[in-house]
């Protein structure tokens, strides 16, 4: 079982930056998958991000070139740097933790974003 709190989120304005952090706990976190998800009023949830435990990343194509997602190993914590947020961006965030060889999936809380003027 693996623990997983967001934070960071807060209301920013547009063309402003949040840094988001995923701490997690109860597991060796190197084994797992990090990703960010999103999800707005009304809508699915949505990739923003991933990143293996090599480095690997994958992005949304709304999102590159503003996001970044990185990955502390020794310090349980995954990131996601959002420069340039823009209105849209606006969703709770979500950490997850992806479980390579059980294929399992857990979730933290979430955290909201709010991009507004």
């Known amino acids: 079982q693996v623990q997983l709190v967001e934070s960071g989120g807060g209301l920013v304005q547009p063309g402003g930056s949040l840094r988001l952090s995923c701490a997690a706990s109860?597991?060796?976190?190197?084994?797992?998958?990090m990703g960010w998800y999103r999800q707005a009023p009304g809508k699915q949830r949505e990739l923003v991000a991933s990143?293996?435990?090599?480095?690997?990343?994958n992005y949304a194509d709304s999102v590159k070139g503003r996001f970044t997602v990185s990955r502390d190993n020794a310090k349980n914590t995954v990131y996601l740097q959002m420069n340039s947020l823009k209105p849209e961006d606006t969703a709770v965030y979500y950490c997850n933790a992806h479980h390579t060889i059980f294929s399992k999936d857990y979730w933290g809380q979430g955290t909201q974003v709010t991009v507004s003027s």
């Open positions: 109860g597991s060796i976190f190197s084994i797992y998958v």
């Open positions: 990143i293996t435990s090599g480095g690997i990343t």
